[in-house]
């Protein structure tokens, strides 16, 4: 079946989700946990929207990114299921909403995820001063946070936008052109995009989910999230391609193609965790106090989310995905992309939740250095381990991932017949001495 | 390994392809085929050959894990109870440490074995002098060898034939 | 069994190749004596060699101190010349393994000598800190064996240490990965041999028959080696950069430092295969092998991981800013504007700005642009380690001891000294062994041969899958 046909019943369902997400997410707007609930932050709630923000955002991202890195590296084989990709990049449009809401709640002090945003900390005659946080406010500021994520992300979602187009058109015409016209257009504005998303991309991290550890900083930061976000892209993606495979769709995808796909997804667990740990270890063996801080409060504070995000993805992709049979086998490549989806998003709560509950006990309690020594002590409903509630939030955002992914995907024809690359991929077969 | 000499009966092709279809004819003729020699690997043949998969990975597997606890085990011995060093206000035991070193040595030792067992298997070494069918099958010709040590003179001849008829440019008799 | 190949691929191989053809140009150039280039070349490379014999044993009998080290500066040349070798010492198993694994075609062309460049380019990475520990005769301290000094450990937790593992695993790892492809070109020029020659590469060949079951498992290997050789050559500039990173030194302690060195280390190691290559395909008449498209795809290699090394500088830049913390701030601006500014204009300007032509196709497959970019972006990956080490040194914590430091002749002698190493090593490299893996252009000749793709291709690669399924 060439065409994709977003049957009642899936939108039923990804709705049904979606409700239960919203529900969820009105329920963590009125279940505050107890140590900051009197200040009324809401925290809970922005720090989820937050979280599943960057998360599903930055998917959106790094499928452009690979789309492009692939399109000007001549791969060939993953053409079979391009169109799915470009359906997700088009997410981006979602996620800049999203992050204007949160900028918004910057502006109008809605909630309290950024220390740096908070009242008079760059105005030395304020009580709530801070010297440092004042040093980098050319770069945290209010303005800069919406503009630049507007200005970067428009920018994002323009590129991804243009290849699709691109993409969908040589479907239409692509024979009738000269020397693979369309495809070159691609390949100019991926060359174009992979500069600017190196260049771009750790800004918006930085601001998106760096800063809400305000003080901190790791000039690894940016590409350790990035190889967190592909990760949860290609889970997905295992995912979807063998829901839609069931279906019926996307048949001329065979068990090749799904076998590369789970290679993607060892070899980027154990680069994810060479990311994680280099941060960790040169933090750890320097032993320079306003760096450990970071690791010390969640070693301390979140023994589960710490050791679970290592558990997660890595020991357990490691092991599994190590053999060929497992990449091979529906039924493991299934369980494995289940773990490395949830472990990521385990990942973005573990690297924003500690962060933005310090950040509120701070700003509830006066004192705020002494709150800071005392961090999340004890355990702390929506932070130190995702709850029901956080669950059901994951779940929404992945039922309105999926719907736009599945919106986008039902108006193109899934065959990319006029790929150049459309025969190597059809014909794809990952010979053991590759 | 001389002991007795082997009485080899092969056919040189010009063509991978035709080397290929001669062995699946081979094959199903039921002719014992002694081995095939190439200039350089062939996709699919250890398929039709009926090869089995290459346990190599095993041997790297095992060695990997001896170089692992190797490392681990002597670090954490030494630096606990041997001689314990206190560095940069660290505790003895200090895994994150200990990570490079235990990367490393697992590589080293499943690199080595994996080689080393690839040679003896192989029969391949410093010095190893194996018969050679012919010098162009390390440059162009693809060969399909039976021995004929055991094989009476209508046998041999059948061989013949099917090798003439499978599309080998040449055809010869060699003791090795 | 021939995979189809889309036709908006280039072909690999030139001149319209046979089986026989390929063997005879590549072989070729081990039987003949050697011309009069050669020979020039490798008397110039020898006789630098010897230069930094000389200088070696100079400091070996004065010591240390004949170098131009002093209190704060410990690492000068030495140091920067290692770092630089063992980045160059990277693209043989990026070519050779992380190539495989993504399946680009075109390394097959290259990946012998990028190999054999790998392995010398560690061995004169090794010289210098084996020649700075001042006493290199007692170099065997640095293994961890039982001794006689009572149960006195080495440091397991130092950086140094892991190092010293890091470069020993890599260097056996890369022999074993380089010599095991060889074997089958061995046998290749042995069975053209004749006599003293023949025995000679009998020898090495180690038996090689060509036999199903040799070449399934040859390949098996060459792929699981392949493999686990990916994480090792990412371990082994990881952990150079840990020399750094795990210190306290600002401008040194920061977290990028494993993945933006291991980037660095492919861009150098490019550049320099891209130097050999464009002489070892004039010289050996490889231009049919060593195609225009091969040189392209390297170069695009080198942007890219130009422009990562570049976004690295700019991240540190930045963050160094936004740390708000003074030492580190001064660090970059001691860097940027301070005594070596040139160094650093010569980092950015070599290493960032000037791989940004590549962006043009005409330049990306002109030879002798890429000559001379290649020249240029080895000198920058020189200037990148020298502002790491010498800036930040020369002004350290303590004002009253800021120096500047400039290297001795000695230190000169002894970096050229590796230079004429290294060309001599690989200038027998290329007499005695085929420059290009034979095999390996074999098996790719019928889906990248011209015959097959491109405009000069007489038939189709559809006709040729289809045939094929």
């Known amino acids: ?434 | 390994m001389k002991s007795h000499s082997k009485k080899v009966l092969f056919g040189l092709y010009n063509d991978e392809e035709e080397l290929m279809a001669a062995i699946s004819g081979a094959k199903s003729k039921h002719l014992n085929i002694m081995d095939v020699y190439s200039p350089f690997p062939i996709h699919g043949m250890e398929k039709i050959l009926g090869l089995e998969e290459s346990r190599l990975h095993i041997v790297g597997f095992i060695f990997g894990m001896i170089g692992t606890l190797t490392a681990f085990l002597g670090m954490t011995w030494i630096f606990t109870s041997d001689w314990p060093t206190i560095f940069g206000g660290k505790p003895y035991f200090s895994l994150p440490a200990f990570v490079p070193i235990i990367f490393e040595l697992t590589v080293l030792f499943s690199a080595i074995a994996m080689t080393v067992v690839f040679y003896i298997v192989c029969g391949l070494g410093f010095g190893v002098d194996n018969p050679i069918l012919d010098d162009r099958i390390t440059d162009d010709k693809f060969c399909l060898a039976f021995q004929t040590n055991d094989l009476s003179g209508t046998d041999v001849s059948n061989i013949k034939k099917f090798l003439k008829e499978s599309g080998a440019a040449e055809i010869h008799e060699k003791e090795v | ?469």
């Open chain 3, 1 to 469: 069994m021939s995979a189809s190949v889309s036709r908006i691929r280039e072909p690999l191989v030139l001149g319209n190749k046979s089986y026989h053809q390929i063997t005879e140009d590549l072989v070729g150039p081990t039987e003949k004596t050697p011309d009069r280039m050669w020979v020039i070349a490798f008397i110039l490379s020898v006789s630098l060699f010897a230069y930094g014999m000389f200088a070696l044993i100079w400091t070996f009998y004065f010591g240390i101190g004949s170098w131009n080290l002093n209190r704060t500066i410990g690492w000068g040349y030495d140091i920067t010349n290692f770092v630089w070798w063992i980045g160059i010492g990277h693209a043989g198993t990026l070519i050779s393994a992380i190539l495989l694994l993504f399946r680009q075609r075109w390394r097959t062309g290259v990946n012998r000598a990028a190999e054999a460049m790998t392995i010398f380019a560690v061995m004169c990475a090794g010289l210098f800190p084996a020649t700075h520990t001042g006493r290199p005769w007692f170099d065997f301290f640095m293994f961890p064996y039982p001794n006689t000094r009572g149960p006195l450990w080495v440091n397991f937790n130092s950086p140094l240490l892991w190092d010293l593992f890091a470069i020993s695993t890599y260097f056996t790892v890369s022999l074993l990965f380089w010599y095991t492809g060889l074997v089958p070109d061995f046998a290749s020029v042995r069975d053209r041999a004749k006599g003293i020659r023949k025995k000679i590469y009998a020898f090495v060949s180690m038996g090689w028959t060509g036999a199903a079951k040799h070449w399934q498992r040859h390949e098996y290997l060459s792929l699981v080696l392949a493999g686990i050789a990916t994480p090792l050559v990412l371990s082994v500039h990881t952990i150079v950069s840990f020399d750094f990173a795990t210190a306290v030194v600002p401008g040194w302690h920061t977290t990028i430092f494993p993945p933006y060195f291991v980037a660095g280390a492919i861009f150098s190691g490019f550049a320099m295969v891209q130097t050999l290559m464009v002489i070892t395909r004039k010289a050996f008449r490889l231009q049919e092998y060593i195609t225009v498209n091969h040189i392209e795809s390297m170069n695009k290699v080198i942007l890219v991981t130009g422009t990562m090394v570049g976004s690295a500088y700019l991240i540190e830049l930045f963050i160094a800013w936004y740390s708000g913390y003074i030492y580190e701030q001064f660090a970059f601006y001691n860097r940027v504007l301070g005594p070596y500014f040139w160094a650093y204009i010569g980092m950015m300007g070599c290493n960032l700005l000037s791989p940004q032509v590549f962006w043009s196709k005409k330049i990306r497959r002109s030879v002798f642009w890429t000559f001379l970019m290649s020249i240029f972006v080895n000198i920058g990956m020189w200037f990148e380690r020298f502002v790491i080490i010498a800036t930040t040194l020369a002004k350290d914590f303590l004002p009253s001891s800021w120096s500047y430091y400039w290297p001795s002749w000695v230190e000169i002698g002894i970096y050229l000294g590796t230079i004429g190493l290294f060309f001599t090593l690989y200038l027998i490299f290329a007499r005695v062994a085929p420059v290009v893996a034979i095999a390996e252009v074999k098996h790719i000749l019928k889906q990248y041969g011209d015959q097959y793709l491109g405009p000069n291709a007489k038939e189709h690669h559809q006709e040729q899958s289809e045939k094929a399924h």
């Open chain 1, 1 to 434: 079946m060439k065409q994709f046909i977003f049957e009642a019943k899936q939108k039923q369902f990804l709705m049904g989700l979606m409700a239960l997400g919203a529900v969820c997410l009105v329920l963590s707007y009125i279940f505050e946990p107890d140590s900051i609930a009197e200040a009324g932050f809401h925290q809970r709630f922005w720090s989820n929207l937050l979280h599943n923000g960057a998360f599903f955002t930055g998917m959106a991202f790094m499928t452009t990114f690979v789309i492009a890195a692939f399109v000007t590296a001549y791969s060939g084989w993953h053409v079979m299921f391009k169109r799915l990709w470009e359906a997700f990049s088009l997410f981006l449009i979602v996620g800049l909403v999203i992050f204007v809401l949160l900028g918004l709640g910057n502006v109008f002090h809605l909630h309290h995820l950024y220390h740096w945003a908070a009242e008079g900390i760059t105005d030395p005659s304020s009580p709530n001063f801070d010297e440092v946080i004042a040093g980098k406010a050319g770069f945290l500021n209010n303005g800069w946070y919406i503009g630049g994520t507007l200005l970067i992300g428009g920018l994002w979602y323009f590129i991804a936008r243009r290849m699709r187009q691109l993409s969908v058109q040589e479907d239409i015409d692509g024979d009738k052109v000269e020397n693979f016209a369309y495809h070159r257009k691609i390949r100019f504005w991926a060359a174009l995009f992979l500069p600017i998303a190196a260049f771009t991309g750790p800004a918006l991290i930085w601001q998106w989910v760096m800063s809400v550890d305000a003080h901190w900083y790791s000039t690894l930061f940016a590409w350790y999230s990035m190889a967190s976000w592909f990760l949860a892209a290609c889970s997905l993606t295992i995912l979807l391609l063998i829901y839609l495979k069931s279906l019926g769709y996307f048949e001329k995808v065979t068990v090749e193609h799904l076998h590369d796909l789970g290679k993607y997804m060892f070899a980027f667990s154990i680069f994810w965790t060479y990311c994680w740990f280099s941060q960790y270890m040169l933090i750890w063996y320097g032993n320079v106090g306003e760096e450990t801080i970071y690791f010390k409060e969640r070693l301390t504070h979140y023994p589960v989310l710490f050791y679970g995000n290592l558990f997660v993805n890595f020991a357990l992709p490691f092991l599994i995905l190590m053999r060929n049979t497992t990449k091979r086998r529906k039924g493991t490549l299934v369980f494995t992309a289940i773990l490395v989806f949830i472990g990521h998003w385990w990942d973005y709560f573990y690297m924003i939740k500690p962060g933005t509950l310090i950040t509120a006990q701070e700003a509830a309690h006066a004192g705020a250095h002494e709150a800071a020594q005392h961090g999340a002590a004890g355990f702390v409903a929506g932070f130190t381990i995702p709850g029901l509630l956080e669950l059901g939030i994951m779940l929404g955002f992945v039922g309105l991932f999926i719907y736009v992914v599945f919106h986008h995907l039902s108006k193109v024809s899934l065959d990319p017949v006029n790929d150049p690359y459309y025969e190597e991929s059809v014909h794809h077969e990952v010979q053991p001495y590759e």
